[in-house]
């Protein structure tokens, strides 16, 4: 899968995928990303990117022509499955959008910064609008790097213990039971004595329960989905 990001603020970009599972996912070519300085494909002499809104208001627009042509440009190259753009007002993104996402071969992220971008951008390049959560970040970067991640780790052979992206929080719409390693006693707080008992179908039950007890308590609404 490739993940092509496009960002005013690329050196934000980098860092979430230079480490751990995501930089072996791109080691072993599962995944590709690559980002894009939306700035290279500005054709004013200073490089903008952005411009003041028509009909006045503070804060400043991303502009469609340097959208429009770092698009047309990588789709000039190949075939997308998908465009994102990143924005607190789109569609909550959770775990059933991130295992259908990667199912795709190249999906294009664009960043958004500043009140957002010409509305023009998403509604002719756009096909899904994301959003993280309902609170307001400075920019889409962190948030591209949440969905790529999201997605990134759930390609077939990126993790190296399959089952473990099975039994993540909500993949099942429960969340994961509690987990512990040794000492199985410390200053007297002990791990509770099934998961130290061999006895790996009551340990199996034991998580089950725990997971939805845990659910159940902090988020009953997974359960009625
Ligand atoms: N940009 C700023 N806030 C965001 C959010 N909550 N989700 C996605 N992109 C954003």
New binding site residues.
Partial sequence: MRIDIISCLPKLLHSPFEHSIMKRAQEKGLAEVVIHDLRDYSADKHQRIDDYQFGGGAGMVMSIEPIDRCISSLQSQRKYDAILY???D?VPFDQTKANSFSLLENIIILC?HYKGVDERVREHFITHE???????????EL?ASVVADAIIRLIPNVLNDETSALTDSFQDNLLAPPVYTRPSEYKGWKVPEVLLSGHQQKIDEWREEMALKRTEKRRSDLLNR
């Fill in positions: 990143m924005t607190p789109g958004g994301i959003s993280i959560g309902d609170y307001v970040i400075s920019g889409g948030a």
